[in-house]
């Protein structure tokens, strides 16, 4: 198995670009999850998805976020406009039931907003 | 609100070392407590679940507890490979597959 793929896995764009991340679950997960990653705030749950729909959004920081889950395979992360403080690691992980304690987080993508 | 704290931020061993992490976290009604292994530049990789108070898991050098208010990884004999962030997440009941992490201690075993 390949595990959770995210593409891609540097970004560098300017303030005000749009950015897409996207993330490939592991065959099989029904539940994914988009985390950020900083240094002052750690590792955030941003949002997450039982078989492809959105359960709970809440720590999506700004309607500037949006994610979509249009099918078992594929989800996406956009950010628009992005602004410097997006700067982060962004990690998708991905479970199989309810067993969240084994979430397998893909590799993430560093994103950098000038 | 859930509050997970782990300390101290950075710990730096001498190979063989022995020593303990520390996670104090504040949750309605614990449902489980996590603790993973991150190496730089990558995701966070699962290590145990702790349920209960005086539950324990072992993991080759690794040892997990759990008291009503803490956790502590305990890391016997430690080698360099050893070295990582550790993260300690918790969930609370309820929460469906949520969870909330600590900040994280990031070891360093030095040869």
């Known amino acids: 198995d390949a595990g959770v793929i995210q593409s891609p896995r540097h970004e560098v764009t300017e303030m005000g670009q749009e950015v897409t991340l996207r993330c490939k679950p592991i065959?099989?997960?029904?539940?994914l999850f988009w985390y950020r990653q900083t240094m002052m705030r750690g590792l955030e749950l941003l949002i997450y998805f039982n078989n492809n729909v959105p359960i709970d959004d809440s720590g999506m920081p700004e309607d500037r976020f949006s994610a979509k889950m249009p099918n078992a395979s594929f989800s996406t992360l956009k950010i628009q406009p992005s602004e410097p403080r997006d700067s982060a690691v962004y990690f998708c992980?991905?479970?199989?039931?309810?067993?969240?304690?084994?979430?397998?987080f893909g590799p993430g993508t560093r994103l950098l907003v000038l | 609100e859930d509050q997970v704290t782990q300390s101290p931020e950075a710990l730096r061993l001498q190979e063989g070392e022995s020593s303990s992490l520390n996670c104090s976290y504040t949750?309605?009604?614990?449902?489980?407590l996590f603790w993973y292994r991150q190496d730089p530049g990558k995701g966070p990789e699962f290590l145990f679940t702790l349920y209960s108070a005086g539950e324990e898991k072992e993991k080759e050098r690794l040892k997990a507890t759990l008291t009503k208010k803490e956790s502590f990884l305990h890391i016997t004999a430690p080698k360099p490979e050893d070295s990582a962030t550790y993260l300690c997440?918790?969930?609370?009941?309820?929460?469906?597959?949520?969870?909330?992490f600590g900040s994280g201690t990031q070891l360093t075993v030095l040869p």
């Open positions: 949750v309605s009604g614990l449902r489980g």
């Open positions: 065959s099989g997960h029904n539940s």
């Open positions: 997440a918790v969930q609370a009941a309820g929460s469906a597959r949520q969870l909330t």
């Open positions: 992980a991905t479970s199989q039931g309810a067993r969240v304690e084994t979430q397998y």
